[in-house]
């Protein structure tokens, strides 16, 4: 069966092409945001909703797409229209099953916005398939006019980070896997509020998966030492380790503390004085009064360990959930039992039947349910039961979830 599928790879920058990225990012968040407000505008003053094609229509000559490739405009604007039909659907979904209604309507958005165009052609160049970011005209006129300036100001200051990409374009290469894959869409996707970039890459699997055959079934068990203990009806059993990840998240969380503590800055809410409203500003520790709520700043070397910790327990789970089901596959397994609750990883509360006379116990009490709190959160379960979905759907694997104290003794 065809179906579309998503590579993520980390996209290496030069400086320039870094500013180019947010650059764009920022522009198109711009966009949605119109495109937003567009839909909302038309639906109060009119009562009715304009669906995507009207609504870049009346947008395609707005002066974003000055700055704005014309493809990328649209897409962006197509995404806003997404946004809403799925609002849509979940409030009909909601009220049709007698459901509380949680569905919010799509909001504007701050910060930036990924960047998404489509492949058009086949281009090689030394062997590999490459690709050039669409610009708009103006724009590329607009980097063009901003060299000698740059070029006049390197003679004085230090501004290697606004050093522009040859020729003003970029160009990148396709991953070797996708060489002979029709791919549909190119997305770049910033991450940690633009100070980081991934690209996605949408391209169409069609190579046959095999099916599941076979009559037995498998019960898989989540714990934190053992990730998934994997017991079938022909009783035989493994276990996959858990410790790993647990070692992973220790570590982890002993050097984000570090980092934190060497931070000497934070965000404090402070007073603006134009709207007289509170607002987050920078600001040192060590001017916070008593008992003040702030909020920590991620360093860089805080976002790589985080970007470090997350790929490593990412790969750990995806190798996991192929490892289950190559065993059903070789062991004629076409059913598995998972045993899972959404209110499982909730975490344990504190208990407030202590006297004044046993504050102590209570100190104690409220550090180990901390510490287990912290080991039991940071395990992805749901990860796992989300990868376990989508490769059973593939291989034609019936998956059960059952309440999770029925499965374990």
Aim: proline content about 3%; hydrophobic content about 30%; glycine content about 4%.
């Amino acid at each position: 069966m065809k179906q579309y599928k998503v590579l993520k790879q980390k996209l290496k920058s030069t400086n320039g092409e870094f500013f180019i990225y947010r650059f764009l990012s920022k522009k198109c968040r711009s966009a949605y945001n119109i495109a937003l407000a567009n839909i909302k505008k038309h639906y109060e003053e009119e009562n009715k909703y304009i669906g995507k094609y009207d609504n870049f229509t009346e947008l395609q000559n707005h002066d974003l797409t000055n700055w704005l490739n014309k493809e990328i405009f649209q897409r962006t604007i197509y995404k806003a229209d997404a946004a809403y039909r799925s609002y849509f659907e979940l409030l009909k979904y909601q009220k049709n099953n007698n459901l509380e209604i949680t569905a919010k309507e799509p909001d504007y958005i701050n910060g930036y916005f990924p960047i998404t165009f489509s492949y058009i052609g086949n281009k090689y160049e030394n062997g590999k398939r490459v690709f050039n970011i669409p610009l708009s005209v103006p724009f590329k006129r607009f980097l063009r006019e901003m060299t000698p300036d740059i070029n006049y100001l390197k003679q004085f200051i230090n501004v290697n980070r606004l050093e522009l990409p040859n020729n003003y374009f970029i160009r990148l290469s396709i991953p070797k896997v996708l060489t002979n894959k029709k791919i549909k869409e190119i997305s770049i996707i910033p991450l940690h509020n633009g100070r980081k970039f991934e690209i996605a890459y949408t391209y169409l699997e069609d190579k046959e998966t095999p099916k599941a055959i076979g009559n037995d079934v498998m019960a898989i068990d989540l714990g934190i030492n053992n990730l998934a203990t994997c017991v079938t009806t022909k009783g035989k059993s493994f276990i996959i380790d858990g410790k790993r990840i647990k070692s992973m998240n220790q570590y982890y969380n002993k050097r984000i503390a570090e980092l934190r503590s060497e931070n000497p800055y934070c965000l404090r809410l402070k007073e603006n004085p134009i709207t007289k409203g509170l607002e987050y500003k920078k600001d040192l520790r060590k001017n916070l009064k008593q008992n003040e709520k702030y909020i920590s700043i991620r360093t860089k070397r805080m976002i790589n360990l985080m970007v470090k910790r997350n790929n490593k327990i990412n790969d750990y789970i995806y190798k996991s959930a192929k490892m289950i089901i190559d065993y059903c596959m070789n062991n004629e397994i076409n059913r598995i039992v998972l045993g899972y609750s959404n209110d499982f990883q909730k975490g344990f509360e504190y208990s407030n039947n202590y006297d004044l006379k046993d504050n102590y116990l209570k100190h104690i009490e409220k550090n180990v349910i901390k510490e287990n709190n912290q080991k039991f959160f940071s395990i992805p379960f749901g990860k796992l039961k989300s990868r376990l979905e989508y490769l059973c759907k593939n291989y034609g694997i019936e998956l059960i979830i059952q309440e999770e104290s029925y499965t374990s003794l």
